[in-house]
């Protein structure tokens, strides 16, 4: 990377978890600056504005995400191991997730449907990119027989989705980690019970 590609990189990974705590709309200048030690002409010298660092902020944490839930779901062979350590990579990480914040895939969408249009398209996206992944894994278990052929794969995506997010929200609220645990032990019934051949 050349100089200016690293100043910008270090201005998003510091600010990325500022944005992600706070909400983009929250997150002052001065926040900015604080974190990053760097002047306001230094930040509008390597974006726009603060809807464009947000926006780069937000690429960078949902490709974070999306990445290390990939290095670990491509580590298994099966479709079911790989349905399995997706539920995992959120039992083993909410920790991790809930000191930066949140999954800032869901606060950006909580955010981007409330007052900050210009973040919709990207975090559309993301949920989109999201919800294949899992319909790919799904269908690839049906394909190999390891699931029931009737199998929605759409709606368990979406439904598996929904759970997840729902399951780390009420974690974060109520600052117990077991409520996410429960969520996930549930969908991994679900999976024996009703995915499974």
């Known amino acids: 990377m050349s100089k200016a590609e690293q100043t910008r990189q270090f201005i998003i990974e510091k600010t990325a978890p500022i944005f992600n705590k706070k909400g983009y709309f929250a997150t002052s200048l001065s926040d900015i600056t604080t974190a990053t030690g760097l002047t306001k002409g230094s ?19 949902s490709k974070k995400i999306a990445e290390a839930v990939n290095e670990q779901i491509t580590q298994q062979k099966t479709a079911l191991k790989k349905l399995f350590s997706f539920l995992d990579f959120y039992k083993d990480n909410f920790k991790s997730i809930a000191a930066s914040g949140g999954c800032p895939m869901m606060n950006a969408a909580v955010e981007a449907d409330d007052s900050l249009s210009f973040l919709t398209p990207k975090v559309r996206r993301s949920f989109d990119l999201w919800r294949q992944r899992l319909i790919l894994i799904l269908e690839e278990g049906v394909t190999n027989g390891e699931f029931k052929q009737d199998v929605s794969t759409e709606n368990y995506a979406i ?25 996930l032990d549930k969908m991994r019934e679900m999976i024996d019970r009703e995915i499974k051949s």
């Open 43 to 61: 930040i509008y010298g390597n974006f726009k504005d603060k809807d464009d660092l947000a926006i780069h902020v937000y690429s960078y944490q």
């Open 159 to 183: 439904t598996f989705m929904a759970m997840i997010e729902g399951g780390i929200l009420l974690s974060k609220i109520t600052g117990r980690g077991k409520d996410l645990a429960i969520v």
